[in-house]
């Protein structure tokens, strides 16, 4: 059993019956499974996302769907699993930013990390600004493997469940770090425009 198929699942365990829940785990397994393997000649930099993330949220969310759960109660359950995940995750990160000046150095450093975790081996494809602010991160998303993946299982309206996870990631980093998003790709934007400004620096910033 993939252990983040099976705590996603969880997040729903209340809606069905003891044996139902433990088939529908099971069917979520099998169904996370195939995935994988219908998939198992892509990068290795796509599998990092889709083995850990994508392949288990949709997963779970066809498997609810196909057993009587309405799609954005599916969608739902997703969403508030990578919240919390994220959330929990990025709380060292955000006490880190609020040592002396710290924070003053995680916009450039975003962009490295992003550049290296969301690789265009992975299927991401940018769209970076012509000239660098160290005190901005910015930089388009032009093409998402979490939507192509979406897309092609046929499962679009599952893709914000990913873009929200993001707000849980930066929103609350630090009081001077604002972010600053206006759209995604997964909510029908033409790119996902990823912002995140040290306004005790830029307070007036514009693109």
């Known amino acids: 059993m993939n252990v983040i198929v099976s705590l996603m699942a969880a997040g729903a365990k209340k809606n069905f019956s003891k044996e139902e829940f433990r088939r529908i785990r099971k069917e979520a397994d099998a169904h996370y499974r195939r995935l994988v393997s219908e998939n198992k000649d892509a990068p290795k930099a796509l599998k990092q996302h889709t083995g850990m993330n994508i392949f288990p949220a949709i997963a779970v969310y066809k498997t609810f769907v196909r057993h009587g759960m ?17 959330g929990i995750m990025f709380k060292p990160v955000s006490w880190y930013q609020h040592i002396g000046g710290n924070y003053h150095r995680y916009p450039a450093g975003m962009v490295k990390n992003s550049l290296r975790d969301f690789s265009p081996d992975a299927g991401f494809e940018y769209r970076m600004p012509e000239k660098v602010n160290p005190a901005v991160a910015r930089f388009d998303i032009v093409s ?5 993946m979406c897309r092609k299982y046929h499962c679009i309206e599952l893709n914000p469940a990913f873009c929200d996870s993001d707000d849980a990631k930066y929103g609350k980093l630090h009081k001077n770090l604002k972010w600053a998003r206006t759209g995604t790709i ?3 934007a033409s790119c996902c425009d990823f912002r995140i400004i040290d306004i005790s620096r830029c307070p007036d910033y514009k693109d």
Not at 70 to 86: M, P, Y
Not at 144 to 148: G, L, R
């Open 144 to 148: 998402c493997p979490y939507y192509a």
């Open 186 to 188: 997964g909510k029908g």
């Open 70 to 86: 309405e799609k954005e109660a599916a969608t739902d359950v997703v969403r508030q699993f990578f919240v919390k995940i994220c």
